[in-house]
């Protein structure tokens, strides 16, 4: 009997963390990344979540609450995003036997028989 | 300081032209006659690239690295999944600041060294302040002016 493992990859506030490869200026503060035309949150570094900003909470509102806290907001930089999660991809694909690409920060591992030659999916 | 620059993605593929690769090793003296050694097709990308989905490219400005060859406006390609040694060269942020410096570690202290007479190590008194973001595997050094 084959027994199947599945291992779901999450990374942790993706595009804050894609932010901040290239933004030490970033680190350790409070971050959110707008989406939409600038219009809502779409990302939350943990220090902007401990201050209690929620996903798709209008931009707008965020700034005004929180700028004393030297909140800083990041236009959505989707190529960036893109070309990262493609690297973690491609890091994690040779670990495998397959892989699921499921979202841009997610995936979805097979460890079930090393010796299977399944195919790499994305959409 | 040699500040650094990014340059945008590096090419995640190997491109479908290929260089020839000689195999003799090449004297700066006079041309070896051995030039019939191709031993296989290569490019510049699988010369200096090893691990393409942890590697960027990193344009350099500044003149503290010059005595270890790394001038102003070369490309060094940076290799985030290396492991930093003793004398590697590393893109490190540094009070908030990318530098590009050679790391040592001399008699119990962290330092990162400049390549040029005129500039002083940086002492790296707490290594929490210190991070390395990646290692400098080879420069792109453009070598004619026209």
């Not at chain 1, 907001?73 to 994690?92: E, K, Q, V």
């Not at chain 2, 393409?52 to 102003?72: F, K, N, Q």
């Not at chain 2, 530098?99 to 001399?106: A, E, N, V």
Request: charged share 20%.
């Amino acid at each position: 009997m084959t027994r199947k493992a599945f291992i779901l990859i999450d990374a942790d506030n993706f595009y804050c963390s894609c932010e901040r490869v290239w933004r030490p200026e970033l680190w350790n503060k409070p971050v959110v990344v707008a989406g939409s035309g600038d219009g809502c949150v779409i990302a939350r570094s943990p220090e902007a979540k401990s201050l209690g900003i929620k996903m798709s909470d209008p931009v707008h509102l965020v700034r005004e609450e929180h700028w004393r806290s030297g909140l800083i907001i990041c236009s959505a930089n989707f190529p960036l995003y893109g070309d990262l999660s493609s690297r973690m991809m491609r890091t994690i694909a040779p670990l495998v036997p397959a892989l699921t690409v499921y979202s841009i920060d997610k995936n979805k591992l097979h460890t079930v028989d090393a010796q299977s030659k399944w195919g790499i999916y994305g959409h | 300081m040699n500040d650094i620059a990014i340059l945008g993605r590096v090419r995640l593929e190997l491109p479908a032209a290929a260089l020839p690769f000689f195999t003799s090793t090449l004297s700066c003296g006079f041309p070896s006659p051995a030039e019939d050694l191709i031993e296989e097709m290569s490019s510049l990308d699988e010369i200096a690239i090893s691990n393409p989905p942890a590697t960027y490219l990193v344009r350099c400005a500044g003149d503290s690295m010059i005595d270890a060859g790394i001038y102003e406006g070369d490309v060094i390609v940076v290799d985030r999944s290396k492991k930093a040694v003793n004398r590697s060269i590393i893109v490190a942020v540094f009070e908030g600041e990318f530098i590009c410096k050679r790391l040592i570690f001399s008699a119990g202290s962290v330092l990162l060294c400049p390549e040029n007479n005129n500039y002083s190590p940086i002492v790296i008194k707490d290594i929490e302040n210190l991070v390395v973001w990646g290692v400098c595997t080879f420069n792109l050094h453009k070598l004619s002016t026209i």
